[in-house]
């Protein structure tokens, strides 16, 4: 394999695994439920789809097309928004407690 | 004998489908087809009561534009997001925005919920009871009315232009 492409998927291997760890360290460090819900929902998107395109790349060299990673990131952006928002749901059924300086209100519904 | 609406009622799912059987099976074979195609015919038979009403594609080209924006945008939002939960979390402005729906058609609304779920700093968290209105969670929201006039230009517009055949 040549050079610039291991580069180029060790590049994709680490941006994504960085976002991938952003992603879950707002798990960790946002103040309430509804906060917390946009770390998994959107940083950890990109963290997934670098890691897609870096083992699709790295397997298109070794002579093995591989497209069937594609269904991983579009079974990714179908399933999860839905979960976050099943998720907000539960939390304003539950009234979960939200940061004091949060505007608006959720519903009763 | 059959109108080709009565064999083929979701075309676009059937189409999918097969597309997917064909990334799954990774294989692109005379019998592979074939399973996709059968896959692609049956099932929209089978589910085809969860959705009497398949989704019309008026500007499939708009369609095509709007996900490419999506993408430019989900990405926009990996770097955005992550600098807001690596910054100071005292500083965010965390806020419940009312959002007033023009789009009516069913599975348009659908996706433009996923749409804000997949973009910068927004979840939406629910849909009200007679679809007029949704309800989004914004992680930094300096000013709620911006942030209705961008999805409402950004992504709203070009999914009533695909779904619903509207002129504006």
């Not at chain 1, 460090?29 to 790295?58: E, N, Q, W």
Request: hydrophobic share 50%; with cysteine.
């Amino acid at each position: 394999m040549e050079t610039a492409i291991e580069w180029l998927v060790a590049a994709l291997l680490l941006l994504g695994s960085l976002f991938a760890l952003i992603g879950s360290f707002g798990l960790f460090k946002l103040p309430d439920f509804y906060m917390r819900l946009h770390g998994p929902t959107k940083a950890t998107t990109l963290g997934v789809g670098s890691l897609v395109l870096a083992s699709m790349i790295y397997f298109s060299t070794t002579g093995e097309v591989g497209l069937h990673e594609l269904l991983i990131t579009l079974f990714l952006f179908i399933t999860a928004p839905t979960s976050a928002c099943m998720l907000a749901k539960a939390a304003m059924q539950v009234h979960a407690a939200r940061v004091e300086r949060t505007r608006g209100e959720p519903w009763e519904q | 004998m059959n109108a080709p609406g009565k064999w083929f009622p979701h075309p676009w799912l059937s189409l999918l489908l097969l597309g997917v059987w064909q990334l799954l099976v990774n294989d692109l074979s005379a019998g592979s087809l074939i399973m996709g195609a059968i896959l692609g015919w049956v099932i929209p038979l089978l589910t085809h009561a969860f959705w009497p009403d398949p989704p019309k594609l008026h500007r499939p080209w708009v369609l095509v534009r709007f996900v490419f924006r999506v993408l430019g945008d989900i990405l926009f939002a990996n770097f955005e997001v992550a600098k807001l939960i690596l910054g100071a979390s005292s500083r965010l402005q965390p806020a419940f925005v009312v959002y007033p729906l023009e789009l009516r058609n069913e599975f348009g609304i659908g996706v433009l919920a996923t749409t804000i779920s997949l973009t910068p700093g927004t979840v939406s968290a629910d849909v009200s009871e007679d679809h007029r209105t949704l309800l989004i969670h914004g992680l930094d929201v300096p000013d709620e009315q911006e942030l209705i006039d961008t999805i409402k230009q950004r992504y709203e517009k070009p999914l009533i232009e695909v779904f619903e055949c509207s002129t504006t």
